[in-house]
Structure formats: structure tokens, C-alpha cells
T-cell receptor
Framework: DSGVTQTPKHLITATGQRVTLRCSPR?????VYWYQQSLDQGLQFLIQ???????AKGNILERFSAQQFPDLHSELNLSSLELGDSALYFC????????????FGEGSWLTVV | GQQLNQSPQSMFIQEGEDVSMNCTSS?????WLWYKQDPGEGPVLLIA?????ELTSNGRLTAQFGITRKDSFLNISASIPSDVGIYFC?????????????????FGQGTILTVHP
């Protein structure tokens, strides 16, 4: 158990819909990272927040957004969903901002039908 | 897209055998990490390497950070059935990444390990 908690574990939704994925980092960690894992793209970095502020950005689509709240939990919002958005979405956390040693949650499996 | 070349893509070995996998890049990384992922689970950090030439062990696992900073390898000795899973290398550029990519890890494609009892 990494200490990173993600909900929900699985969800199925229709194209065009919007979903929110939630993440609680390890106790004491200030940085939260979101990664997407798909069969064709592998593990891809989406975005990082540190202590409530956006810190680094990867290949995150404009239809996706994230935020980190004062209690340090984070949410990833995925809107106007397409079939190709079906993937595993992982949250990870670390103490500092560097991102060079991060611990992953168990992931949220999103299926868009 | 991904910039790390991880090999082999898959391995089928007998219990007790040693395993070696590696990752290469055309770019320099300042940190190399190795993760293991079981089906339906998130990647679990096995070993982190922070210095070129560093050799680090974690039980039966040994990993090295290449001198050129463009490669890393992971060895597993005396494999057991619970070693089955997908192993990923990941690189972190640190300050070389530039401001908006500083926190980013770049992952290899993964090595699928199967261990036959």
C-alpha cells in the first residue's frame, strides 16, 4: 500500500459525459501528479500540482483539468469524453516538487462507451 | 511520446533464473527509477538511482545508473513466481527539463516478466 488513495476504482460512462477522479496523497506529501496509462501510449504524464498550485504540465488535453485543494487532495476532471479516453488514470504523490521519486495509487479505470 | 527504449519487451524464464532488463535514451536523465506493476494495480517503486554510476540493491534486485546518464539496467537474481509482472524504467530530467516539465517522469514501454515454476 503506497498510501495514495484514488476513487473510484472503476467507472463506465458514455461519450460526451464528464467525470471526476479523486486522489488523496500520502500523508505529508505536498505534490500530486496525474498520469494516464493506455495500451498504445503507455504511461504518460498529465499534470503536477504542488501545495495547491500547478507546477508542471504534460500532454494533458484541453478537455481535461485538475486542481489541488487546501487539504492537498486533488481532482482530475475529464469532460466531453471520447472512446479514446478509456484508460487507467493514476495519481502519484511526493514530498517535494522535483517529481523524481513518486509513489503511485492503484488507479482509476475509466471505460468510455 | 515516450523517449525511453526498454528491452526486452517480454521474458519467459524458469524459477531460479536471473533476469536482466535495460533502458536506453538519446537524452540525459538525472534520476532513473524502476517500478513494478501487477495487473490492476499501480506501479510500485522498486529502486531509485540519483547519481551516474550508482549501483543500488533492494533484496534480490540490483539496478545501475549508467555513466553516460542515458541508460540504466535492472537485474533480478534467483527469480521466484511472485516476480511476475510488468517492470518499467522511468527517467527524470530535473532542471534540464525546463520549467513546465520539471516534475515529469518519462516511462519506458515496460518488460513483461513471466516466471515458470
Amino acid at each position: 500500500d503506497s498510501g495514495v488513495t484514488q476513487t473510484p476504482k472503476h467507472l463506465i460512462t458514455a461519450t460526451g459525459q464528464r467525470v471526476t477522479l479523486r486522489c488523496s496523497p500520502r500523508s505529508g506529501d505536498l505534490s500530486v501528479y496525474w498520469y494516464q496509462q493506455s495500451l498504445d501510449q503507455g504511461l504518460q504524464f498529465l499534470i503536477q500540482y504542488y501545495n495547491g498550485e500547478e507546477r508542471a504540465k504534460g500532454n494533458i488535453l484541453e478537455r481535461f483539468s485538475a486542481q489541488q485543494f487546501p487539504d492537498l487532495h486533488s481532482e482530475l476532471n475529464l469532460s466531453s469524453l471520447e472512446l479514446g479516453d478509456s484508460a487507467l488514470y493514476f495519481c502519484a504523490s511526493s514530498v517535494g516538487t522535483a517529481g523524481n521519486t513518486i509513489y503511485f495509487g492503484e488507479g482509476s479505470w475509466l471505460t468510455v462507451v | 511520446g515516450q523517449q525511453l527504449n526498454q528491452s526486452p519487451q517480454s521474458m519467459f524464464i524458469q524459477e531460479g533464473e536471473d533476469v536482466s532488463m535495460n533502458c536506453t535514451s538519446s537524452s540525459i536523465f538525472n534520476t532513473w527509477l524502476w517500478y513494478k506493476q501487477d495487473p490492476g494495480e499501480g506501479p510500485v517503486l522498486l529502486i531509485a538511482l540519483y547519481k551516474a554510476g550508482e549501483l543500488t540493491s533492494n533484496g534480490r534486485l540490483t539496478a545501475q545508473f549508467g555513466i553516460t546518464r542515458k541508460d540504466s539496467f535492472l537485474n533480478i537474481s534467483a527469480s521466484i513466481p511472485s516476480d511476475v509482472g510488468i517492470y518499467f524504467c522511468a527517467g527524470h530530467r530535473g532542471a534540464n527539463a525546463g520549467g513546465t516539465s520539471y516534475g515529469k517522469l518519462t516511462f519506458g514501454q515496460g518488460t513483461i516478466l513471466t516466471v515458470h515454476p
